[in-house]
């Protein structure tokens, strides 16, 4: 029954998304990559509907600052034949967390030909040149890690780039903020608790749409067996993260919870028919603990509108996507 469902959700899902998405999405895609790796997974998604044309990848950006983080960035990203796609890395506002499975480490000894001795780029001021040369309300910006990035990106002020504010380049460039963020109707999530003081921030001064993925939303989804027993996925950096990190915490033996996956979902198709969005407004203590307040605002979190195994069914699929074949 299961392999059925799989195959209905999957075709209706090409169907509905080949007919109903025309408009390619300009992507700016932030990460925590390192301390948790749904975020392999979830970039993976965003090379996936790259190639399906419903993604446009302006950018990865780094919110860790461990020194491997650009490395694996443009490993995945040149395994998916977008080795020129711009990388943005923190500097001292991001946040020192790596990976404690050291699978960063295996990627760089296994695909080290993916990399160059080029510099990566500072991500606030690599922010501030895509966001100018953008058209109005264009760019969606989706966050699967700490908001150190669009903090420091609303903080700063006109220059050589653009004589507009961070603030000012936001509102004017930035069509939808979509985050894998805060734990809803109330509770301490990871992504806001490891740099508070910039999730507030953010908070205060992005007066643009938001929409939240809680951690309840990802929590119930675990992916990366079926790409992890895929006898035809060999030397995939995104096969060998999930083979090398599953097996080492007792709580993956079913699949990685997949928070940060979701998150893109939305931030390239839209809610439906998979969520529905609740307005209302985001509150936070200093501490990072947050609470839902229903109602009017910019903020918006998902409710479930399919069920979570179908969700995972698909983010499965699009996890195992392959670079095609130029």
């Not at 990203?77 to 295996?106: A, H």
């Not at 700490?146 to 990106?153: D, M, P």
């Not at 609303?154 to 939808?176: A, F």
């Amino acid at each position: 029954m299961k392999h059925v469902r799989y195959k209905l959700l999957i075709g209706c899902f090409f169907l509905f998304s080949s007919s109903s998405f025309s408009q390619t999405v300009k992507l700016i895609f932030d990460t925590d990559m390192g301390p948790d790796y749904d975020d392999v997974g979830a970039l993976t998604m965003v090379h996936a509907f790259q190639d399906q044309g419903k993604v446009e990848l302006l950018s990865t950006m780094a919110s860790t600052n461990y020194d491997n983080v650009g490395h694996v960035l443009a490993i995945i990203n040149s395994y998916f034949g977008k080795g020129k796609t711009p990388i943005g890395v923190s500097g001292t506002y991001g946040v020192d967390l790596r990976d404690w499975q050291f699978w960063s480490d295996s990627l760089i000894s296994r695909y080290d030909h993916y990399l160059s001795d080029e510099p990566y780029q500072d991500a606030v001021r690599l922010y501030r040149e895509l966001l100018s040369r953008a058209d109005n309300g264009s760019v969606t910006i989706v966050t699967v890690g700490f908001l150190s990035n669009i903090a420091e990106l609303l903080r700063s002020q006109g220059d050589d780039i653009s004589p507009l504010s961070g603030k000012e380049l936001m509102h004017s460039k930035v069509k939808t903020l979509v985050s894998m963020a805060g734990k809803f109707p109330e509770g301490m999530e990871f992504n806001i608790e490891m740099d508070a003081v910039s999730a507030n921030y953010v908070n205060d001064n992005w007066m643009g749409k938001w929409v939240l993925s809680g951690f309840e939303i990802g929590d119930k989804i675990h992916t990366g067996l079926p790409l992890i027993h895929n006898n035809s996925i060999a030397q995939s950096p995104v096969k060998d993260v999930y083979s090398i990190s599953i097996p080492m915490a007792e709580e993956d033996k079913g699949g990685r919870m997949s928070w940060d996956q979701t998150a893109v979902l939305v931030a390239a198709l839209g809610a439906e028919p998979f969520y529905k969005l609740e307005r209302g407004k985001l509150i936070l203590k200093s501490d990072g603990y947050n609470y839902w307040k229903k109602g009017s605002g910019n903020h918006y979190i998902l409710l479930e509108n399919m069920a979570p195994e179908e969700v995972e069914d698909l983010i499965n699929t699009l996890m195992m996507h392959t670079p095609y074949l130029k």
